[in-house]
T-cell receptor, first 113, second 111 residues
Framework: RKEVEQDPGPFNVPEGATVAFNCTYS??????FFWYRQDCRKEPKLLMS???SGNEDGRFTAQLNRASQYISLLIRDSKLSDSATYLC??????????????FGSGTQLTVLP | IAGITQAPTSQILAAGRRMTLRCTQD?????MYWYRQDLGLGLRLIHY???????GKGEVPDGYSVSRANTDDFPLTLASAVPSQTSVYFC??????????FGPGTRLTVL
């Protein structure tokens, strides 16, 4: 079983739609959680961190459920520019490095005009 | 230089050849990382370095070596390339909060 699992999609949604992605993680010692965005053939970039109380950044809302070990990302009022792959990322303390990240394989989103 | 740079952008390599992928950052981050990204598998950590002078193995270290002689540079070497090392390679560094910043990647094809 992968440590971080995501539905690979693809999700094809019309402009203006609301779309949600879920992600589950297997290591209960996980400490920090993030969503990264990756455009086609580009490097991943941090979209937002995920806090236990949930957090919002404009049209993006991230939530964490530690008891169920899942993370979600909600995108409201989708724009064409939101088309990308969204990576769920978990950090937990490894024996060698405290700051290693484990990446999900990503969920592909295409927003259609 | 702003952020992280990687070189080359892409490379086609014959199997058995030695290859070094370069990575340089100007953010004075202590920690640096090398990942490979393959379709359906996501990003997998090859090697990391918590600070200059130290390195560690990640999830998929076999066939790769790294060095960290100074804060800015973190080269990745394939001693004898094999076709299974065909991939996109990303270098990253992390700030004191643990946020990772990635370079633009190197597309490597081993024939």
């Amino acid at each position: 079983r992968k440590e971080v699992e995501q539905d690979p999609g693809p999700f094809n949604v019309p402009e203006g739609a609301t779309v949600a992605f879920n992600c589950t993680y297997s290591n209960s010692a996980s400490q920090s959680f993030f969503w990264y965005r990756q455009d086609c053939r580009k490097e991943p970039k941090l979209l937002m961190s995920v806090y236990s109380s949930g957090n919002e950044d404009g049209r993006f809302t991230a939530q964490l459920n530690r008891a169920s070990q899942y993370i979600s990302l909600l995108i409201r009022d989708s724009k064409l520019s939101d088309s990308a792959t969204y990576l769920c990322v978990v950090r937990y303390r490894h024996s060698g490095s405290a700051r290693q990240l484990t990446f999900g394989s990503g969920t592909q989103l295409t927003v259609l005009p | 230089i702003a952020g992280i740079t990687q070189a080359p952008t892409s490379q086609i390599l014959a199997a058995g050849r030695r290859m070094t992928l370069r990575c340089t950052q100007d953010m004075r981050h202590n920690a640096m990382y090398w990942y490979r990204q393959d379709l359906g598998l996501g990003l997998r950590l090859i090697h990391y370095s918590n600070t200059a002078g130290t390195t560690g193995k990640g999830e998929v270290p076999d066939g790769y070596s790294v060095s960290r002689a100074n804060t800015d540079d973190f080269p990745l070497t394939l001693a004898s390339a094999v076709p299974s090392q065909t991939s996109v390679y990303f270098c990253a560094s992390s700030d004191s909060a643990g946020t990772q910043y990635f370079g633009p990647g190197t597309r490597l094809t081993v024939l």
